[in-house]
């Protein structure tokens, strides 16, 4: 019988291509890619599925059916979004949290128009924070039993 595989240690060997890159979990190459910004010409963040998806959720939200991305070195949106998974928020989270931004008062104030790389961790935070739990989003609704009862 095969040894069991074992985990790799990023830290010895980090990933040198975007393939290699997906192979991390998504914090820890963001974070990679925010301490050594010139990687991110091999390990390419605007290829990543969450990066993707978040641009999908945001072209969606805004009712724009074409909106492309350049590279992390040319375009804000991916670098802000590098940012906010590097602070460790999920794909989910930052998806969800996109049309919640877009619907803000917030989004519509100023005088020059906002997008994707005006997302930041703070604005993120705060949607997330403001949005009405759901059964599914409840940290109560996932107890077994009602709090001070037995199992």
């Not at 990933?15 to 890619?33: D, F, K, V």
Request: charged letters at 25%; proline letters at 11%; hydrophobic letters at 40%.
């Amino acid at each position: 019988m095969p040894p069991e595989a074992q985990p790799r240690d990023w830290s010895k060997r980090p990933p040198t291509n975007c393939a290699e890159a997906l192979e991390m979990p998504l914090q820890g190459r963001c974070q990679l890619i925010l301490r050594d910004t010139h990687r991110a010409q091999w390990l390419e963040p605007e290829k990543w599925p969450e990066i993707r998806f978040a641009v999908v959720a945001f072209r969606e939200a805004v009712k724009k059916p074409k909106l492309a991305v350049g590279t992390f070195a040319t375009d804000l949106a991916v670098r802000r979004l590098v940012e906010l998974y590097a602070a460790g928020l999920t794909a989910d989270e930052v998806c969800g949290a996109i049309p919640l931004v877009v619907a803000s008062p917030w989004w519509s104030s100023g005088d020059s128009p906002r997008d994707l790389g005006s997302i930041s961790l703070t604005v993120v935070r705060r949607a997330l924070a403001e949005r009405e739990p759901t059964p599914a989003t409840s940290l109560l609704s996932a107890l077994p039993v009602p709090i001070g009862g037995r199992a």
